[in-house]
T-cell receptor
């Protein structure tokens, strides 16, 4: 049981190049997320998906596209990379639910991250 | 969207002392309140959470308290150890919006 995996771990791009980050989970989770992490800014949501074939914009979606063709995979694409997209990217998955007392819960499981540098 | 504030941004404590991190939020509909720990070079990992129908939860040396009226919840770590050194994030609602993080350093 690998949990959440991300490919690649590191990447250096030149301005204007494109690339795709791959996230895979083997926990049969419905929800998947892409975040970026920058110093002093915590985690910011880029896009998310609540199920196969569906995607939605998060807080900082500009310059990114996503696809969820299979339940276990969530792809993040950069069509024309910019230096402002230099960041660490984290994928996460979750399966929201309610406990026996009706309390909502939604633990997110994170991948190890991809460090992207755009020159 | 949710406005999340986390304080302090950095915290240094002596080993054995207690540490408290506070998270305030704006969305009164928030009903799930987790805390995540991120060790260097890794992704965040859930360490404790509390649901809206509970005011406090404790798990060994860590605890979370919730004040829904004031819209804040706090992480309490007692008898701190060097391995508690990490960055901690709150995430009201459990998704979408995270606090900006607190870097905790436990000095041996």
């Amino acid at each position: 049981n690998a949990g959440v995996t991300q490919t690649p771990k590191f990447r250096v791009l030149k301005t204007g190049q494109s690339m795709t980050l791959l996230c895979a989970q083997d926990m049969n989770h419905e929800y998947m997320y892409w975040y970026r992490q920058d110093p002093g800014m915590g985690l910011r949501l880029i896009h998310y998906s609540v199920g196969e074939g569906t995607t939605a914009k998060g807080e900082v979606p500009d310059g990114y596209n996503v696809s969820r063709l299979k339940k276990q995979n969530f792809l993040l694409g950069l069509e024309s990379a910019a230096p402002s997209q230099t960041s660490v990217y984290f994928c996460a998955s979750s399966h929201p639910g309610r406990d026996l007392k009706g309390g909502f819960h939604n633990e997110q499981f994170f991948g190890p991250g991809t460090r992207l540098t755009v020159l | 969207g949710e406005n999340v504030e986390q304080h302090p941004s950095t915290l240094s404590v002596q080993e054995g002392d207690s540490a408290v991190i506070k998270c305030t939020y704006s969305d009164s509909a928030s009903n799930y309140f987790p805390w995540y720990k991120q060790e260097l070079g890794k992704g965040p990992q859930l360490i404790i959470d509390i649901r809206s129908n509970v005011g406090e939860k404790k798990d060994q040396r860590i605890a979370v308290t919730l004040n829904k009226t004031a819209k804040h919840f706090s992480l309490h770590i007692t008898e701190t150890q060097p391995e508690d050194s990490a960055v901690y994030f709150c995430a009201p609602r459990g998704q979408f919006y995270f606090g900006t993080g607190t870097s905790l350093t436990v000095i041996p």
